[in-house]
């Protein structure tokens, strides 16, 4: 009975290769890592968090499965243990964008059958593995293939080996013919296209034992099946599945259905074709999935037939998915049934689209699709309907969801505060309904309020917290400081993850970066985001700015960055004063800069002034007027960035038809106002984000200095004005060699505007002119428009 238990098992395995969708892989890349503090698109790492019930504050950006978690959360029905063992395996296959089935392992390579075969002593008949790419089958299109042999077909072929040797012994007959035939199949895997000619094994000898030759039968098969044969096959596996003796017999029952589903998305010449095929392998899982004998591979069954249905009727499938995640009714799929209904909640798939009046009824007769539309909605528009919904329900999901929603103006305000401030701290909802009450007592006016309960929350000992959530109460918190030294406070926050745009893969430990100063993510962990970045820069008159500078609350090299941008700020606005008393600040936290900065200190007249300013800052591409939120510029100081972020960009939007900077927007309003960043939808850049530590006073100074920033232009057009005002007058001046080819430099790796161009030539054309035998006129070639 063992011995069958261990054949039955392994038949099983083998066969999961066989029964997996087969997607179709992509690449792209490559992409520039984004600092992420509060994560859009999924909640924070490890998922296993998360799948455990420990939710953090829930976004309504979050792809849909991760609020399928959520809603079953909030509304006391976990996950137990494996349940959550399958969401983690399909958010892994996800986000691995690998081709595959979400229960089959698939590996970032190809197995090497021959090293399996080495390691229990054969050698097979050709000694090297499969050719690369063999695993991946064509078809009709010359750019498309799919997956034909997974990476788990070969590690549990290995393993079915070695049940065989241990009963019938290494080198027997039995043995040798059971290797020869199997790597017949595999010959299969990189089949030109379905319907190819097959690599068949040899028959079996009818002296082999009887499991040999049932193995025999499930591999020719199987041949047949890799090859795109798949009548062939499914007669074949029909005929196993009906020999009771046969250790194949179930798992052939259901590949012989999965024949079915193949030809149906890979062969099939019409609709009529494909939607028969999809009928008659739904008709036969229906069978196995209701015979006892076959109850080993009844979980796969409903996987698959899943599958079929959803091709076949999504709307029905639409509303059996939504009852059966709500109600836990099948457990065992999980988390193909979760895959399965985000695919039709997106309506996104030209062959499984819902109707509208599909969508409405479904969504009317399912409470988590109603609750999850109206969550993502994220519009006011959709409050009342979620405040009726809450009132109906008296359910945690919906509080929420009005609650998110909810504005200082919202009825029935009081009552919806009063529901969330009960939500007990052991709920996986306590985090959600606390931030949302606190973010709708500060819009009410009750700072104070929302002050205490914010820093009570933000007393959580770290790693209690997820840092997403952190970082949104701390963001709040900011938004309440009193004076400057509580606002630099909460400034900065704790990087969540740097991620590769379209993957987040984390690349906290450099992975994958290519930029000069990724070593930098890791060791300084504490960044600006969008919101304290724009505060700093906009909200904040220039000489609060050179107070930030010298305070002791932000880390040293957070005080290197507000540094940089106040002197350069001061400098742009003529506030000498504050320039000059920045000097001993800056030179502290920036000693590569303490040459320069002496020469402007030692300067006299403000043209003086400006000219050694504006020849440091050339010398110095990372010197600009403002605070960059996230990880900002990534080249090493004194390098030029090969992708222009150098200098600054004009600080004003650009216009529609201002592609240049469009395409080339390094500068402050790309990396601050076209941020995808869930801060924007709480706290929008144009109210302000430091506005309750203002003096009236300093906030129109504030606004009068930003205005007048905006009206500047670009960095190489200012910079180039003042070392040719400076040139004309000051020819002997042995700097201006080098800082006439610095602004040429500049006008080619820095933004331009429609002036730009013009003081590039001028400063060509007079330093070619006026110093012809210079080393940096001979370093200077071309001019730049």
């Not at 402050?668 to 302000?688: D, T, V």
Request: hydrophobic share 40%; aromatic share 10%; charged share 20%.
């Amino acid at each position: 009975m063992a011995q069958r238990l261990m054949r039955v098992s392994l038949a099983v395995l083998l066969a999961l290769a066989l029964v997996a969708p087969s997607p179709v892989a992509e690449a792209c890349g490559p992409f520039f890592p984004e600092t992420i503090f509060i994560q859009r698109i999924h909640p924070d790492l490890p998922f296993e968090d998360y799948a455990a019930g420990k939710i953090g504050v829930v976004q309504p950006t979050y792809e849909d499965s991760f609020l399928v978690v959520a809603y079953r959360y909030f509304s006391a029905r976990p996950f137990d243990a494996q349940e959550q063992k399958q969401l983690l395996a399909l958010w892994k296959h996800e986000a691995s964008n690998e081709p595959g089935g979400i229960f089959v392992a698939v590996d970032s390579g190809q197995i090497d059958w021959s090293g399996e075969l080495k390691e229990i002593g054969y050698s097979p008949a050709t000694d090297a593995a499969l050719p690369a790419g063999s695993t991946f089958a064509g078809t009709s299109s010359p750019f498309v293939s799919y997956p034909n042999c997974l990476d788990d077909a070969f590690r549990t072929a290995a393993n079915t080996l070695k049940a065989r040797v241990q009963e019938f012994g290494k080198g027997s007959a039995a043995v040798t013919s059971w290797i020869s035939a199997q790597e017949s199949v595999f010959t299969n895997c990189g089949a030109s296209r379905p319907g190819a000619n097959a690599e068949l094994p040899q028959a079996a000898d009818p002296g082999l034992p009887l499991l040999i030759r049932q193995d025999r039968d499930y591999q020719t098969a199987a041949a047949y099946f890799y090859a795109g044969r798949w009548d062939e096959a499914e007669k074949r596996f029909q005929t196993i599945a009906a020999d009771p003796s046969s250790p194949w017999r179930a798992i052939a029952a259901l590949v012989s259905a999965r024949c079915e589903l193949r030809a149906a998305t890979l062969s099939a010449e019409d609709a009529a074709s494909e939607d028969s095929r999809l009928k008659a392998a739904d008709e036969q899982l229906r069978k196995v999935i209701a015979d006892p004998s076959f109850v080993t591979v009844r979980t796969a069954a409903k996987r698959l037939q899943g599958f079929a249905e959803i091709r076949l009727d999504p709307a029905k499938r639409f509303l059996d998915l939504s009852s059966a995640i709500e109600d836990r009714t099948s457990p065992e799929t999980i988390a193909q049934d979760v895959s399965d209904y985000d695919l039709l909640l997106a309506r996104s798939s030209e062959t499984m689209t819902l109707s509208d009046t599909e969508w409405k009824a479904t969504q009317e007769a399912s409470d988590m699709t109603d609750w999850i539309a109206t969550f993502k909605s994220g519009g006011v528009e959709e409050f009342p309907h979620a405040l009726d919904r809450w009132h109906t329900t008296h359910s945690t999901p919906w509080l929420l969801a009005a609650l998110s929603l909810a504005i200082s103006e919202s009825p029935d305000l009081s009552s919806l505060l009063e529901s969330a401030a009960a939500v007990p701290l052991s709920s996986p909802a306590f985090l959600s309904a606390k931030f949302h009450r606190d973010r709708l007592l500060a819009a009410e006016g009750k700072t104070d309020q929302a002050r205490a309960e914010v820093d009570l929350v933000l007393r959580t000992p770290k790693g209690r917290l997820p840092v997403s959530a952190r970082n949104l109460f701390t963001a709040l918190r900011m938004t309440l400081a009193r004076n400057l030294d509580e606002f630099l406070r909460f400034a900065p926050r704790e990087i969540s993850v740097v991620s590769s745009e379209y993957t987040d893969n984390d690349m906290t430990d450099n992975a994958g970066c290519f930029f000069e100063n990724c070593k930098t993510l890791s060791a300084e962990p504490l960044r600006f985001d969008v919101d304290a970045a724009t505060a700093l820069t906009e909200d904040l008159p220039t000489h609060l700015l050179a107070d930030a500078a010298a305070s002791s609350r932000l880390p040293v090299y957070l005080r290197r960055q507000v540094a940089e941008a106040a002197w350069t700020r001061a400098v742009l606005l003529d506030e000498t004063e504050i320039a000059q008393q920045l000097v001993p600040t800056l030179s502290a936290l920036s000693p590569r800069l303490e040459q320069g900065l002496k020469q402007y200190h030692s300067s006299e007249s403000l043209s003086d002034k400006h000219f050694a300013a504006a020849y440091l800052i050339l010398q110095w591409p990372e010197l600009r007027p403002y605070i960059s939120g996230g990880t900002g510029r990534l080249t090493s100081a004194g390098r030029i960035d090969s992708y222009r972020d150098n200098w600054w960009c004009a600080l004003a939007p650009p216009s529609p038809g201002d592609l240049d900077q469009q395409r080339f927007g390094w500068g402050y309003q790309a990396y601050n106002y076209g941020a995808q960043n869930p801060l924007l939808s709480y706290f929008p850049i144009e109210k302000g984000s430091a506005p309750s530590l203002l003096a009236g006073g300093d906030k129109r100074t504030a606004q009068k200095e930003w205005t007048a920033l905006q009206q500047l232009g670009c960095g190489p057009t200012w910079l180039g004005e003042q070392v040719l005002a400076w040139a004309k007058l000051h020819p002997d001046d042995p700097r201006v060699p080098e800082a006439l080819h610095l602004v040429v430099h500049a006008s080619r790796w820095g933004c331009n505007d429609g002036e730009t161009g013009a003081y590039s030539k001028e400063a060509f054309e007079l330093l070619h002119k006026r110093y012809p035998k210079n080393d940096w006129t001979a370093a200077t070639p071309y001019w730049f428009n």
